[in-house]
């Protein structure tokens, strides 16, 4: 309806002779059904450019489009205040749209917005070094289900998963379990104390590096190692089977938990492949060439100021290590040549200093790097009512994914890190996640759907057929026609929040979407009324039932018969 409208309007205001060509039309949905169901302030807006009184533009734009408008979409066209205009929908138009959602089925909110357009959406990132944690989690559902959401709305999808497997965390990684290695093939070795961040102290073998990872998987891989090899590997100087070891089995975890979360990857990618062919030299020779680099106290220098940044950036390290900025643009110049229409990254609020220095180096290498979209999410504080919850786990010194799903369940999990836009602060409150009620957000939706699912059970155990084809027109309760209203709005609910990159905006929706039912259910008797109603309020449940599968589809949960 809106792109209908649109067209309407502008074919209008063509006719006014002074609005220019590129004026943007907006059309909003009011706050109040009493002011009906879209409308615009194009008149407001047309007071300064056409030298008159915005009420006065108003009433020629609603005169001329009632004339234009067909009235089996558009039920009015009225002019409000000092220059609004309120559009009302036709019944038939909403008759009509409920039964093509009822004919579309699982397809309804699938659209060819994105008209086929090829997109990376790069998520989780983490590097093999450890379990996933909490802030991980984040970062994976946000991701996952931006991907479902351009994949519904018509983008042809790659998810990737791209990783840090070079440079010193591996290494340190390696030394880690080595060090745990040798202790458990060598009787009575020595140990020494380090102190950590909270001043608490731990216990660990003499070779331990001072900044080793401490998580008890650390010393499983270690052991897993001593029981296939014995003290074999204690003859080798090489990290390489220590790092391997622990790549393979940190992966094969990350792996799992992902997948209790419904996120399967598509691809990944690794840093040391970058390095290995030669695309990491590559870049710098680039950003060489460009005039954009210079060497100052033993490291290789970018000069982000000439990208208006207040200082230089660190390429490459004293050491002869290229920081993370290095490798990530080489990595982004393999989505280019992979030739993807869309990039999104997922990033952490951590990077928001370091991403703008990676699109920039690649506009000055010659990519279009408004072809990459960054969503930064801030992070995550796991709470309980006000007050914030430490949760204790065997594998590391802070709070793993897999705790987090294993005390509050996989779809909750999910819905609680899609609640709130990417950009805010997310309070994870264990104490309303466990709730097992409507007071759950996502088992109030879950509970519309399952109640639904047992009116249908009911409707066959008393015999009542609801098959043949549904006088919709029926449907003239206002609890009806609000409903109606609502599931329609489904397939642009989904687009806009593809658009934004904002998938809290599907849980926003589906609430209303559940109130709506409500409401319905409390006020329309549906059972038990004239068969010809019954069958129509029927077909307007099952609508419900589709469009609330269909968003929790989207959302990666499941859909349940009964609660």
């Known amino acids: 309806m809106r792109d209908y409208l649109q067209t309407q309007l502008r074919a209008v205001l063509d006719t006014l002779g002074d609005v220019p060509p590129d004026f943007e039309i907006a059309l909003e949905t009011p706050d109040r059904p009493e002011h009906g169901d879209l409308a615009t302030n194009t008149a407001l807006?047309?007071?300064?450019v056409l030298d008159d009184n915005p009420r006065a533009i108003a009433e020629t734009i609603a005169e001329r489009l009632r004339e234009r408008v067909d009235p089996a979409r558009i039920q009015s066209v009225e002019v409000a205040g000092p220059g609004f205009i309120n559009v009302r929908f036709a019944q038939d138009y909403l008759f009509d749209g409920l039964a093509d959602l009822l004919a579309q089925g699982d397809a309804y909110g699938h659209s060819d917005a994105g008209d086929g357009r090829r997109a990376l959406v790069e998520y989780v990132s983490a590097n093999p070094t450890g379990p996933l944690t909490v802030g991980h989690g984040r970062n994976a559902v946000l991701g996952d289900t931006i991907a479902n959401l351009l994949d519904w709305t018509g983008y042809?999808?790659?998810?990737?998963?791209?990783?840090?497997?070079a440079g010193?965390?591996?290494?340190?990684?390696?030394?880690?379990?080595?060090?745990?290695?040798?202790?458990?093939?060598?009787?009575?070795?020595?140990?020494?104390?380090?102190?950590?961040?909270d001043d608490t102290t731990v216990e660990v073998p003499e070779g331990f590096p001072e900044d080793g990872y401490l998580g008890e998987y650390i010393t499983d891989i270690a052991r897993s190692l001593y029981d296939e090899h014995g003290a074999k590997l204690l003859t080798t100087e090489s990290l390489t089977p220590f790092q391997a070891a622990a790549e393979e089995a940190i992966f094969a975890d990350i792996e799992a938990t992902l997948a209790r979360l419904n996120i399967e990857m598509d691809a990944f990618a690794d840093e040391q492949s970058l390095h290995d062919e030669g695309r990491v030299d590559a870049v710098l020779d680039g950003l060489t060439e460009a005039g954009l680099t210079y060497e100052e106290d033993g490291a290789l220098w970018l000069k982000t100021t000439a990208f208006d940044k207040d200082q230089d950036t660190v390429l490459v390290k004293t050491s002869g290590e290229p920081t993370y900025r290095t490798p990530d643009i080489a990595y982004h110049?393999?989505?280019?040549?992979?030739?993807?229409?869309l990039m999104i990254d997922i990033l952490g609020a951590d990077h928001h200093a370091a991403y703008p220095d990676v699109l920039n180096a690649l506009d000055a290498l010659g990519y279009?790097?408004?072809?990459?979209?960054?969503?930064?999410?801030?992070?995550?504080?796991?709470?309980?009512?006000?007050?914030p919850v430490k949760m204790s786990t065997r594998r590391a010194n802070y709070v793993t994914l897999d705790d987090l799903i294993e005390k509050v369940g996989a779809d909750v999990t999910r819905f609680f890190f899609l609640m709130r836009s990417p950009d805010t602060h997310l309070n994870f409150d264990l104490e309303l996640a466990e709730e097992e009620s409507e007071k759950n957000p996502v088992f109030y939706l879950q509970y519309a759907h399952a109640r639904i699912?047992?009116?249908?059970?009911?409707?066959?155990?008393v015999g009542f057929s609801y098959d043949e084809d549904a006088g919709l027109s029926l449907l003239t309760h206002e609890a009806e026609i609000?409903?109606?209203?609502?599931?329609?709005?489904?397939?642009?609910?989904?687009?806009?929040?593809?658009?934004?990159?904002?998938?809290?905006?599907?849980p926003n929706y589906l609430e209303d979407v559940a109130t709506a039912f409500s409401q319905f259910y409390d006020n329309c008797q549906i059972i038990g009324v004239d068969d010809d109603l019954a069958t129509a309020r029927m077909q307007l449940a099952l609508a419900t039932k589709t469009v609330l599968k269909n968003g929790l589809t989207v959302l990666g949960l499941s859909a349940p018969r009964q609660m």
Not at 333 to 341: H, P, V, W
Not at 453 to 461: F, G, L, Y
């Open 156 to 165: 042809d999808v790659t998810r990737e998963y791209y990783y840090n497997d």
């Open 45 to 48: 807006r047309l007071g300064s």
């Open 453 to 461: 699912c047992s009116v249908i059970d009911k409707a066959e155990e």
């Open 368 to 387: 279009d790097a408004d072809r990459v979209d960054v969503v930064l999410y801030q992070f995550v504080t796991l709470v309980r009512g006000e007050e």
């Open 482 to 506: 609000t409903l109606i209203k609502e599931l329609l709005r489904f397939p642009k609910a989904l687009r806009d929040a593809a658009d934004a990159r904002a998938p809290h905006l599907v």
């Open 333 to 341: 110049i393999t989505k280019f040549e992979r030739d993807y229409d």
């Open 168 to 197: 010193r965390q591996m290494r340190v990684l390696a030394q880690s379990v080595r060090a745990r290695y040798e202790a458990l093939a060598t009787p009575n070795l020595d140990t020494k104390t380090l102190t950590l961040d």
